[in-house]
Nanobody, 125 residues
């Protein structure tokens, strides 16, 4: 059974940075496409970023382009989300997700088979 555990969230002032990590327990991590989603209070969970198995294909939601960077270390079975120039609008619970099938569009929740519990990111102004 695959387990995903996010970490690195916290409270930061606008303009600051955080790096989120998602540690996985499965041995097949290198076969998974990985994604980050977030859910702000009163809003639906939305796509943030995704990365292919090899790391060669990367996608971001427009609002974070130029500020966030997704990366992965297959040897460590970990995916990261580096978040710079944080804004209050980035405040949300951030979730890591793994896609083991590669069947659906990677920007949709339906594409992912496994989810972490989330880590809170709060950006103050």
């Amino acid at each position: 059974q695959v387990q995903l555990v996010e970490s690195g969230g916290g409270l930061v002032q606008a303009g600051g940075s955080l790096r989120l990590s998602c540690a996985t327990s499965g041995r097949a991590f290198s076969y998974y496409r990985m994604g980050w989603f977030r859910q702000a209070p009163g809003k639906e969970r939305e796509f943030v970023a995704a990365i292919a198995r090899s790391g060669s294909y990367i996608d971001y939601i427009d609002s974070v382009k130029g500020r966030f960077t997704i990366s992965r270390d297959n040897a460590k079975r970990t995916v990261y989300l580096q978040m710079n120039s944080l804004k209050p609008e980035d405040t949300a619970v951030y979730y890591c997700a793994a896609d083991a099938t590669g069947y659906y569009d990677k920007t949709t929740r339906e594409a992912y088979d496994y989810w972490g519990q989330g880590t809170q990111v709060t950006v103050s102004s």
